[in-house]
């Protein structure tokens, strides 16, 4: 009975090679994670940053609900947004999504 479990574990070498595959085939996924997810996330979140902060009254933007306008001026953390002739919107600046040339 004995000899019969020793056969079905297999030899010390390969389990020893199987765990390194294993460690292996983790820091591949988790480098294929961070190329494919992570980092162009980041990018994103960096990009859109630096787009926030650079607002200026006069800029022509879009924000992330479809609306289009003229900033008319920038506060801290909200803009106003001209979006007809006399019609004036208060906005977070983080919902602006492009700014039109």
């Given at each position: 009975m004995a000899t019969e479990a020793f056969a079905m574990a297999?030899?010390?070498?390969?389990?020893?090679?199987?765990g390194y595959e294993g460690l292996i085939m983790l820091v591949a996924m988790f480098a294929i994670f961070y190329f494919l997810l992570i980092r162009p996330q980041q990018k994103r979140?960096?990009?859109?940053?630096?787009?926030?902060?650079n607002l200026k009254p006069g800029d022509q933007i879009v924000t992330a609900g479809g609306i289009?306008?003229?900033?008319?001026?920038?506060?801290?953390a909200t803009i106003v947004l001209e979006v007809a002739t006399g019609v004036k919107m208060k906005m977070n600046r983080s919902a602006i999504t492009e700014v039109k040339q």
């Open positions: 297999g030899n010390g070498a390969a389990q020893g090679q199987q979140a960096k990009q859109h940053k630096e787009l926030v902060s289009h306008g003229k900033i008319s001026s920038v506060e801290e």
